[in-house]
């Protein structure tokens, strides 16, 4: 089941860049009567669907809520469970990912995140830069409102060597990745309806799409799902047309 605004209009393009906050690993498996680490695990499995089904469908942006600046609250041992699966998916998928020319970058902080782990998505972003078919940003140590305070930072920085006045608009290009489109479609499983902190400045036109599956359950069909009913929405933009 999914919820989503009523639309007077069909827009017959694919969404150029689709946002995807992952959630409901830890019910899925608490459902199922395991641990909470191995819905994280199942999870993991689940963003090979998004990338295959991204890939076949020509969708050239995809960016995902990997861990969020507030997951640091969670049990130390589940913390280390999340990073750990980052650190096999890095090792795991990076030969695959090369090969069906996917570039993968991350964005979020990183002066909290061990030195090996950095080391390692630096590793990913460097052996998979030239790619072009797909380009996959794990957000990573990421919340909208902490690169928002981190951008005014960069910003307020540069302007004690610039003479030219700052506008509102430029805060952009002190975004972790200006160079990314802002998302048209955010998607998000197990039932909840709310962004939690994810690209709050890039996502303030993107169209919403809740499903109550769990992420993962997440398929290439639930994929499709989402972009059939994006593209029958009306995006004006604030506009009247």
Known sequence: MSTHADSTQVSISNPKHIAVIMDGNGRWAMRK?????????????????????????????????????????????????LFRLLAHFIEKELTELKERGVRVRFIGRRDRISKFMVSQMEKMERETNNNTKLSLTLAVDYGGR??????IDRMMEAQQTSNTPWSATDLHQFLDAPEL???????????????SNFLIYQAAYAELWFTEEY???FTQETLARAIADYQKRHRRFGKIK
């Open 215 to 217: 992420w993962p359950d």
């Open 33 to 81: 009567g395991n641990q909470r680490s191995d819905g994280h695990k199942a999870g993991s499995e689940a963003v090979r669907n998004l990338v295959s089904g991204a890939l076949d469908l020509k969708i050239p942006y995809i960016t995902i809520y990997a861990f969020s600046t507030e997951n640091w609250s969670r049990p130390k041992a589940e913390v280390d469970v």
């Open 181 to 195: 489109p802002d998302p048209d479609l955010v998607i998000r499983t197990s039932g909840e309806m709310r962004l």
């Open 146 to 151: 902490d690169e928002i305070h981190r951008a």
